[in-house]
């Protein structure tokens, strides 16, 4: 075969791979939109701090008179979005590991270009209906929203989908990077710690400098930025820091984070990959049991 017939090959593998992929993300998205466990666990978080902010809406962000809880709507559902994008695709690919699903799609050929396509598209949709299916009600419980600008909407899609191509990657990352999906459990309270210092919940611009120079490192206040630009009035902005919405940072900041994260996710995917096997599995279903028969 000649080098261009086996490039061919090559990419004609590559698509056959993705579009199976596709496929799988599509089944696995209606299973979870079928199952009352899986809609609780990605309804869950937005629910209860919905009525926690819904709570608190008669209190002002200082030096306005706007609701603190619509304030911090955007941002909650930011959060939303990488709970059920990264950490759900990181706690999946732990759960496959542990029973062999990772392995067969080793075994098949570009099942892993097949198996991370389909994983990324199921997520990437849950956490899509994650963020519209509470936006719903809080536009009728929240007042102070401004959502019937057609840029609000366009701000809103591009903003979601650069957060998710953002932290996806690092989903993928931390699955491979725990042995079990117990271990991923420990990432929970760093990400509580991330979600206070990023401004979901207050505006970052009330805190100590340096922990808003801390915050604006981490994609989630960049995304609940994006958002908030989009679901708030323009006067808002005053609460910002700079006291504007920083699209271009935004996008620069969100983009970089993609990058990284492209560049990362295959090197450590492949490393995971490797190590891979029958006996390996076994161990980790081993251990799986014991963890929860303990």
Do not use: C
Not at 102 to 111: D, H, S, V
Not at 235 to 243: C, L, N, R, S
Request: charged share 10%; aromatic share 10%.
């Amino acid at each position: 075969m000649t080098p261009a017939k086996a490039m061919g090959a090559a990419a004609n593998a590559r698509t056959t791979a993705a579009r199976a992929g596709l496929q799988r993300g599509w089944i696995e998205f209606r299973q979870t939109m079928t199952s009352g466990q899986d809609l609780w666990s990605v309804m869950f978080f937005p629910v209860v701090t919905l009525v926690v902010m819904f709570l608190l809406r008669h209190n002002t962000v200082p030096g306005t008179g706007f609701s603190l809880g619509s304030q911090a709507l955007p941002g909650i559902l930011g959060m939303n979005v990488v709970l059920n994008g990264m950490m759900m695709l990181a706690l999946s690919l732990t759960m496959d590991r542990e029973d062999g699903t990772l392995l067969r799609a080793k075994a098949t050929p570009k099942g892993m270009t097949g198996y991370l396509v389909g994983k990324v598209t199921s997520r990437a949709a849950t956490a899509v209906i994650g963020l519209l299916v509470p936006l719903v009600p809080a536009a009728f419980l929240f007042g102070g929203l401004d959502l019937g600008r057609a840029s609000a909407w366009v701000t809103l899609v591009w903003v979601v989908a650069l957060g998710l191509v953002a932290v996806l990657p690092f989903g993928a990352i931390l699955g491979s990077l725990f042995g079990s999906a117990q271990g991923v459990g420990f990432v929970t309270f760093p990400m509580m710690v991330l979600m206070g210092i990023s401004g979901v919940f207050y505006p970052i611009s009330g805190f100590p400098e340096w922990l808003q120079w801390v915050g604006q490192a981490f994609p989630l206040y960049w995304l609940a930025l994006g958002l908030r630009s989009a679901m708030l009035p323009e006067a808002m902005a005053v609460a910002e820091i700079g006291e504007s919405w920083r699209h271009l940072e935004t996008a620069a900041m969100l983009g970089l984070w993609a990058v990284a994260g492209f560049l990362l996710a295959p090197l450590v995917l492949r490393r995971m990959a490797r190590r891979q096997s029958g006996s390996v599995v076994e161990e980790q279903r081993r251990k799986a049991m014991q963890q929860r028969t303990t």
